[in-house]
C-alpha cells in the first residue's frame, strides 16, 4: 500500500455521473488542481492545501481526505454512500420530472 493511500476510496460522480473512486491524496490533489471553481470557495482552497500538506509529510492522509470529502459534498458530485439506489437511477430522476413522465 502506498503512503499516500486512503483506507477507503471516496467515490465521486463525473461527467455524466459515472462513478470513479479517488484512492489517494495524489488523485484527491490532481482533481482539485483540474477543478478550479470560478468563485473564491473556501472548502475547495482548503482541500487543495490540505492534499498538498498531506503530500508534503506535514498532515495526516485520512485528514486530507476529510478535507476532500468536504469539498465534493458541497460540489455536490459525492457519489451515494448505499449501493441500493444505481448511480444511473439517480440521475434519471431529475430528468424524468423535468420531461413530465415518471417512472
Known amino acids: 500500500m502506498e503512503w499516500d493511500q486512503f483506507r477507503h476510496p ?12 479517488i484512492s489517494s491524496v495524489r488523485e484527491a490533489y490532481a482533481l482539485l488542481n483540474e477543478r478550479q471553481p470560478s468563485k ?4 475547495h482552497a482548503i482541500a487543495l492545501n490540505a492534499c498538498r500538506a498531506a503530500l508534503a509529510g506535514e498532515m495526516d492522509v485520512e485528514t486530507a481526505r476529510g478535507a476532500f470529502v468536504a469539498f465534493v459534498q458541497q460540489a455536490n458530485v459525492l457519489a451515494p454512500a448505499t449501493d441500493a ?10 430528468f424524468s420530472r423535468a420531461s413530465g413522465k415518471s417512472m
Open 40 to 43: 473564491r470557495n473556501q472548502t
Open 85 to 94: 439506489v444505481p448511480v444511473a437511477r439517480v440521475h434519471s430522476t431529475p
Open 10 to 21: 471516496v467515490t465521486i460522480l463525473v461527467g455524466l455521473g459515472f462513478p470513479v473512486d
